[in-house]
């Protein structure tokens, strides 16, 4: 016998499709929607309505926007000879909190992955090339995660630039800032010994 | 600068709103809903607010249902002299996959909890009273949780119902099954020591 009404357990499924969201946890969340009043259950659902309708992908660098251009690329103060690469559009939120980068970005949306069926026209690539035609730009800073696909994304892409006579960089590898030396890797000592610049 | 489109920030902020999600979560909640196609984050809302507009509390039991009279108190097949009071619909739903309890429940929809604002008069007791009153029920059995607010509970709904000629019982304490005697806490121990029985 069910013990909860099919409405309850129908909305429990669908918490429990978010990634992180186990049945326990999809089941506490149903139980708090149950207790908010109408308006405040209301504004949650056209909260998603709202998200999936006006959010689209900026025509220039394909990073989430409700415009047609989004405000980074529309921006006169931004120098239109960079473009910074990034996997998602979270990576330009984390690239923008260092208040460093001053540059355009370009979001992929993805990383090339055989083994998850990913190739290189499932992801932005086309459109990053396209932004290199008229030869405003003069450095693209790959900035992918560094893991294999990451790695193996950005020497991809590297590949299809370099003969357009565009400069491409990456991120310097090293031991994060904060971080305790014994603690570091091994993988990531030798990339810093490697990297490692005059004082 | 904001990163995101306002959209993504309010259901952001909404997923923020749920028990256990965080900021980070939240987001990736997000970003999990713009990945869905149209159908998939309709059904989403949908299902918020179906949850919202259909699940009431049963007339009777006070447990959620979609109908006036839920289908544990409509099914003739339960025992009708017994009713089991718990604090919150998921407690029913416990109770019923031991499929030991063949009676009836009462959802108290809270505790007693005077540091929270919380009296005797905020959760269903007046409810609980009032299906006592044609004598059918013989035994009243408290399966409140057994921390402070919950002991409480059960003392002060027992004092109320014991003048009405109805026996209240209370669920045994002691050592969980498949638990290990030297992890047990002094207070369980103690509780399983005076509820000991002859085998």
Known sequence: MRSFPAAVERLTEQFNKLP???FKSAQRMAFHVLGMNDAQAEAFAQ???DAKHTVKCCEKCQNLTDMEVCSICSDPGRDQNVICVVT?????AAMERAREYKG???V???VISPI???GPDDIRVKELLGRLSDGTVTEIIMATNPDTEGEATAMYISRLIRPLGVKVT???YGIPVGSQLEYA???TLMRALEGRREI
Chains 1, 2 share one sequence.
Not at 88 to 92: A, G, H, K, S
């Open 20 to 22: 992180g969201v186990g």
């Open 47 to 49: 909260a998603i309505l």
């Open 88 to 92: 998602e559009p979270r990576d330009v």
């Open 104 to 106: 355009l970005y370009h």
């Open 108 to 110: 992929l949306h993805g």
């Open 116 to 118: 998850n069926h990913v």
């Open 170 to 172: 990456r991120l310097a």
């Open 185 to 187: 890797d091994e993988v």
